[in-house]
């Protein structure tokens, strides 16, 4: 029994401590199938990803843990999650593996070898299989052997227990290179294994910094299986924003009817995929001037906006990132809908840049020239548009203060450990995907605008793959312009 057995039944249950007990659990369980399991589908793509991680570090270790279980509160855990650059490297999505770590360990032609440590499926005569409410069968469900996890993603498997020894052989010798902040104990062994052979604790860091971030850039461009697995993220995003325009009558109603809408995306995320990528942020009225309003407890009122920025992260862990901006009533009055046109056309101009050999950060800066014109021909810059636009100015960034754009992929902020050169200063790629969000945002108490702009919080969010010769607009199947989402309001409640 381990630790976390013992606090999870010490004083409010008891289990049978007698051999007869034990006796009894461990027998007359149906052996397990011994079917072999099928290859991942993402198998092959992540073998090829290991590939160009081997040939940066030829003759180190690497070490990417999956991470731990957290603990949610107490004795309850949150649904595990694997680190984004385990996820990468192995294929693996949903549940698999907590405290696994994939080990690429060097060979004399420079290449490395895979090896996966986790702990496997123990079988049905152990005490663990009915005794361990973290690891258990008899509790949580079926989990892999180590022949499962081989047929899935053909590298070598391992038990955990050997990990300690296989992570820490000859560490004065051969470099290692740990993805710090992933799994604590993961941490704990290469630094207890760097100590003991002289190793230099600072010096080993920022080798471990340069793993994580070239790791980081590796997912940049992505290969044909991740973009197809967005595709899947955005198309089950796009079923979870009609079904909320489905639910805003109901929500209309309802006190808290920014929790139903929550609700009403959440039911399709787990539906449809793993769970969400981020927190939905569903915020009605001035709540949509709140960047990070992740409370949604406030009320949908009439003829208010309802800003949703949600994304679905399907099984293989990639996720959407899509705001609309909907008129709850089903229309736009004449202020909604002259912010929204603004809002609108500094996409639509962002858009206009991406294609390869175009810089990153230029996406940004058609969004916001466009933003400041508006603003600027509103009368509410204290400033000239130039100034404004000047890096002394940046006055309109009172009312838009976040970036445009960001890339995405495992995480929704995908590759934010990139260097500058290869990520803002970079120039597009085909095979990137990144989110073009302009938004323009007056808060209730802005003293700085006239009144019939208090309150209004426009974003809309798109998912933007490059191509060869421009772009693909992967969240097109949702409405853009006011007229269309007032059409697909129509269409959608029927
Ligand atoms: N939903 C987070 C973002 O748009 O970046
Ligand atoms: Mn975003
Ligand atoms: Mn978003």
Request: glycine share 8%; hydrophobic share 40%; aromatic share 6%.
């Amino acid at each position: 029994m381990n630790d976390d057995d013992v606090k999870q039944t010490s004083s409010r249950s008891q289990r049978p401590a007698s051999q007869a007990f034990k006796d009894f659990m461990g027998s007359r369980w149906a052996p397990a199938s011994g079917e072999v399991p099928a290859r991942d589908e993402a198998a092959g793509f992540a073998a090829e990803r290991r590939g160009r991680v081997s040939a940066h570090f030829a003759g180190e270790r690497l070490i990417i843990p999956a991470g731990p279980l957290k603990t949610r509160s107490n004795d309850t855990d949150y649904r595990f999650r694997p680190h984004s650059a385990f996820a990468h490297l192995t294929g693996l999505g949903t549940d698999h593996e907590p405290g696994a770590v994939l080990v690429l360990e060097p060979r004399e032609d420079g290449g490395h070898d895979a090896a996966l440590y986790f702990k496997p499926m123990a079988g049905r005569d152990s005490e663990e299989f009915y005794a361990s409410a973290r690891h258990g069968e008899f509790w949580i469900g079926p989990r892999p052997t180590l022949e499962d996890m081989e047929a899935r993603l053909g590298i070598s498997a391992r038990d955990l227990d050997e990990f300690p020894a296989a992570a820490g052989k000859d560490a004065g010798v051969t470099g290692i290179r740990v993805v710090r902040e992933a799994d604590p104990q993961a941490d704990a062994v290469v630094e207890a294994a760097r100590s003991e052979h002289g190793v230099d604790a600072e010096q080993a860091r920022t080798h471990d910094a340069a793993l994580g971030q070239l790791l980081s850039e590796l997912r940049l461009v992505k290969d044909s299986h991740e973009v197809s697995e967005l595709r899947r993220s955005v198309a089950a995003t796009v079923s979870g924003f009609e079904d909320v325009v489905r639910a805003l009558p109901a929500a209309l109603e309802h006190d808290r009817g920014e929790r139903l809408i929550e609700g009403t995306f959440f039911a399709r995320a787990r539906l449809e995929g793993n769970d969400l990528g981020y927190d939905t942020i569903a915020a009605s009225g001035s709540n949509a001037t709140i960047l990070h309003w992740i409370r949604n407890t406030g009320r949908v009122s009439p003829g208010e906006l309802l800003l949703l920025d949600a994304g679905v992260e399907v099984d293989s862990l990639y996720t959407a990132d899509i705001t609309r901006t909907i008129p709850v009533s089903g229309t736009f009055s004449a202020q909604q809908r002259k912010v929204y046109d603004a809002v609108l056309s500094a996409a639509d101009a962002a858009f206009a840049v991406v294609r390869p050999g175009v810089r990153f950060r230029e996406i940004h800066a058609a969004a916001v020239r466009v933003l400041a014109e508006h603003l600027d021909a509103w009368g509410l810059l204290p400033v000239s548009l130039e100034e404004a636009l000047s890096a002394e100015g940046q006055h309109h960034r009172r009312w838009m203060p976040h970036g445009t754009s960001h890339h995405l992929g495992l995480d929704v902020h995908d590759c934010a450990a990139a260097k500058r050169e290869l990520y803002l200063d970079a120039e597009l790629e085909p095979g990137m995907v990144f989110t073009i969000e302009p938004g323009l945002y007056f808060k209730d108490e802005d003293l700085a605008v006239p009144e019939e702009y208090r309150g209004i919080g426009i974003r809309i969010e798109d998912d933007v793959l490059v191509t060869e010769d421009g772009y693909e607009n992967l969240s097109a199947a949702l409405p853009r312009t006011t007229d269309d989402v007032e059409a697909w309001i129509r269409r959608v409640q029927g």
